[in-house]
């Protein structure tokens, strides 16, 4: 009989999972007794700096508020090989335009692949995007394992 269960990932485990860009979740703070506001986005990732990048849309009418210092959860997630995976990061996001962020960021933008993902209800081209980027105060990586009972 098997037991399935779950452990963390070392480094490597979790930067090949992530590779430079992907797909995930993030759940933006929110005040009070508000859930958070959770949104499906793409992602890029600089493993050799630990930094995610996001190009996230900005319109005026968003649910989303105002980005920049937000607290986030960002959760992404697979199984590849058939084992389970998921990595979650928690920090605060910081617009790659900050003059303490914009030269790293523009260096580590070269080096990420963020998926264009079209989930607008109108055309990309009318839709705001700006770039934000996000330097994790907590990263974990976790794997399903197969324990024999």
Avoid: C
Avoid at 109 to 129: H, K, N, Y
């Amino acid at each position: 009989m098997s037991e399935f269960g779950s452990v963390e990932m070392d480094d490597d485990e979790r930067d090949a999972f992530l590779g430079d860009g992907g797909t995930g979740v993030i759940a933006l703070a929110t005040s009070g007794d508000e859930s958070p506001h959770a949104v499906p986005v793409s992602y890029g990732y600089d493993a050799t700096e630990e930094v995610f990048y996001f190009r996230l849309a900005v319109d005026a009418d968003s649910e989303k508020g105002e980005l920049a210092g937000r607290a986030i959860t960002f959760v992404t997630y697979g199984h590849p090989d058939d084992t389970w995976q998921s990595v979650v990061a928690k920090g605060r996001l910081r617009s790659t335009t900050e003059e303490s962020v914009a030269i790293d960021s523009l260096e580590g933008l070269q080096q990420v692949q963020i998926p264009l993902v079209d989930i607008f209800d109108r055309p990309m081209a009318e839709v705001s995007f700006e770039f934000f980027r996000l330097n994790p105060e907590a990263l974990t990586g976790r794997t399903e394992s197969t324990t024999e009972v």
